[in-house]
């Protein structure tokens, strides 16, 4: 099993449409939590940070966090066509290597 | 621009020759990672640096796979005798030092990634 999972889709949501991405873990040591965007042939790119359990939001991203569930997510609110992209979860106990998911494929549709 | 830069972009090479790759961390960020990502997949971890000293290798680091950081800055990636499994993309990624001045020093930045396919 692996440390993290992740849906890897695709997922696909007509423009201006709400967007909820998620991931399980099994790693109780985790304590930072990333979400990337990666766009095809290029490096992710920080999308959101977040430090244990609650909701962080950005504009039109909102991360959550509940550390008893082992579960996070990403809402996307009124999704645009350039929001299509790759969402890779991410996790890691402390300064150390990232544990990511498999990453969820989402399309935008005009 | 002041990201995280890698070079060469692309590389093809063929089956048992040496290649080198090499990333340019963000300045004043001490911490320097490698990962692989192959299609379909998230990044790997392949192993970090803080200031020149490697502190962990992940088990996909076989024999053939070194790197260094040789003054705590830049580093590279060696792959010798490569393989066609070793195609993927290599990416390096850096994060800043604990310090007041940085609201988290746990975040990651990626650079652009080097995609290699070995014939």
């Known amino acids: 099993q692996k440390e993290v999972e992740q849906d890897p889709g695709p997922l696909s949501v007509p423009e201006g449409a709400i967007v909820s991405l998620n991931c399980t873990y099994s790693?109780?040591?985790?304590?930072?939590f990333m979400w990337y965007r990666q766009y095809s042939r290029k490096g992710p790119e920080l999308l959101m940070y977040?430090?244990?359990?609650g909701n962080k939001e950005d504009g039109r991203f909102t991360a959550q966090v509940d550390k008893s569930s082992k579960y996070i997510s990403l809402f996307i609110r009124d999704s645009q066509p350039s929001d299509s992209a790759t969402y890779l979860c991410?996790?890691?106990?402390?300064?150390?290597?990232?544990?990511f998911g498999q990453g969820t494929r989402l399309t935008i549709n005009p | 621009d002041t990201g995280v830069s890698q070079d060469p972009r692309h590389k093809i090479t063929k089956r048992g020759q040496n290649v080198t790759f090499r990333c340019d961390p963000i300045s004043e960020h001490n911490r320097l990672y490698w990962y692989r990502q192959t299609l379909g997949q998230g990044p790997e971890f392949l192993t970090y640096?803080?200031?020149?000293?490697?502190?962990?290798k992940s088990r996909l680091l076989s024999d053939r796979f070194s790197a260094e950081r040789p003054k705590g800055s830049f580093s590279t990636l060696e792959i010798q005798r490569t393989e066609q499994g070793d195609s993927a993309m290599y990416l390096c990624a850096s994060s800043p030092r604990a310090s007041g001045r940085f609201t988290s020093y746990n975040e990651q930045f990626f650079g652009p990634g080097t995609r290699l396919t070995v014939l």
């Open positions: 977040t430090y244990s359990s």
């Open positions: 640096f803080q200031n020149e000293a490697q502190l962990e």
């Open positions: 790693n109780s040591a985790f304590q930072y």
């Open positions: 991410a996790m890691m106990p402390g300064a150390q290597k990232l544990v």
